[in-house]
C-alpha cells in the first residue's frame, strides 16, 4: 500500500531536548515536505526537498532541521524545541506537477 | 507569490443542503489549484486538482469545484451534505512547472446537523 509514514504519532517532551519526527514513504517520490499546521495559519511549509541531498527552506524554517540522504526517508530535526514548536506537523511527497500524499501527522507538545 | 484565501472558518449546513466552501486565490501565473480534506485525526486527502484543463473539475464523495479566472475563485460545492462530510477543509495553490511550494488556505470546518 503506497503510503507516508510518520513516527512517532504523538511526542510531549520538554524544552531543550533535541528529538526527531522520522517520515518515509514507499512511492519512490522525488520530492518530500513537511508542514506545520496550526489553528487559524492553515499548514505552512518548514521544508522541502527535490531529491537526495538537496532540501531547501520553506516559509517558517527557524529551528528545525532536515536531511535527506535516501529518498525515502525525509526526517525533520528540533535540535532544541521550544514551547513555539508545539503543533501538528505533516510529512508530504510527490512527483514533480502531481498532488502531494500527506501522512496522518505527529502532533508534538513541548513543556 | 500565490496564495489562496478561505472565507468562513467555519461553516455550517443541514444534512442534504448544499455544501459552498468559498477559496479565491492570487497568483500571476496560471495556478494550479486544490481542495484537500482532513477528517480528525488523519492527514491530508486529495479531493480534487485543477491543472489548467476543464473549469469545472469532479472530486471524490460528490464534491466538484468550478475554476473562474474572471473572479480568481475555486470554489467547492456539492449538492447534498451527509453527516460523514464534517470535517476540515483546505484550499490550495502551486505553481506550474518543477517543484513549486504548496500554499495552503487558513481551512474551513464544516458542520453538518442532523
Known amino acids: 500500500e503506497a503510503q507516508v509514514t510518520q513516527n512517532p504519532r504523538y511526542l510531549i517532551t520538554v524544552t531543550g531536548k533535541k528529538l526527531t519526527v522520522t517520515c518515509s514513504q514507499n512511492m519512490n517520490h522525488e520530492y518530500m515536505s513537511w508542514y506545520r499546521q496550526d489553528p487559524g495559519l492553515g499548514l505552512r511549509q518548514i521544508y522541502y526537498?527535490?531529491?537526495?541531498?538537496?532540501?531547501d527552506k520553506g516559509d517558517v524554517p527557524e529551528g528545525y532541521k532536515v536531511s535527506r540522504k535516501e529518498k525515502r526517508n525525509f526526517p525533520l530535526i528540533l535540535e532544541s524545541p521550544s514551547p513555539n514548536q508545539t503543533s501538528l506537523y505533516f510529512c508530504?511527497?510527490?512527483?514533480?506537477?502531481?498532488?502531494?500524499?500527506f501522512g496522518d501527522g505527529t502532533r508534538l507538545s513541548i513543556l | 507569490a500565490q496564495s489562496v484565501t478561505q472565507l468562513g472558518s467555519h461553516v455550517s449546513v443541514s444534512e442534504g443542503a448544499l455544501v459552498l466552501l468559498r477559496c479565491n486565490y492570487s497568483s500571476s501565473v496560471p495556478p494550479y489549484l486544490f481542495w484537500y480534506v482532513q477528517y480528525p485525526n488523519q492527514g491530508l486527502q486529495l479531493l480534487l486538482k485543477?491543472?489548467?484543463?476543464?473549469?469545472l473539475v469532479k472530486g471524490i464523495n460528490g464534491f466538484e469545484a468550478e475554476f473562474k479566472k474572471s473572479e480568481t475563485s475555486f470554489h467547492l460545492t456539492k449538492p447534498s451534505a451527509h453527516m460523514s462530510d464534517a470535517a476540515e477543509y483546505f484550499c490550495a495553490v502551486k505553481r506550474t512547472g518543477g517543484f513549486q511550494k504548496l500554499v495552503f488556505g487558513t481551512g474551513t470546518r464544516l458542520l453538518v446537523s442532523p
Open positions: 485543477y491543472t489548467s484543463a476543464a473549469t
Open positions: 526537498s527535490m531529491n537526495v541531498e538537496v532540501t
Open positions: 508530504a511527497s510527490s512527483v514533480p506537477n502531481q498532488p502531494q500524499h
